[in-house]
């Protein structure tokens, strides 16, 4: 199993746009043998201490393999919709890991 943590940063208004390629990209990870074990929209209060910028959503999604993740990465219907990503996400950290 691999575990794939997503730091995502939005340009300023397009939270919306981001919402939309979410509710399309979200539901797909079930196709791929993967879960969304967590979506969190931290608040200020939310961070104890922070040496980078502040993201506006933390993703952490599991996969039972990594070409599951490659998979879902190439996923036709999610690609259909990279255009509300790209309007949408600044920039984002991808962040991938294993269970110790």
Known sequence: MIFITQLIYIIEGQENVFHQFEDIAIPAILKYN???????????????????EQPYEIHLAAFDTEQDF????????????LHLKERSIRSSVLIQGTKL
């Open 34 to 52: 993967g879960r969304l074990l967590l979506r969190v929209r931290p608040t200020e209060k939310s961070f104890i201490e922070s040496h980078i």
């Open 70 to 81: 490659k998979n879902f990465m190439q996923d036709e219907e999610r690609k259909k919709f």
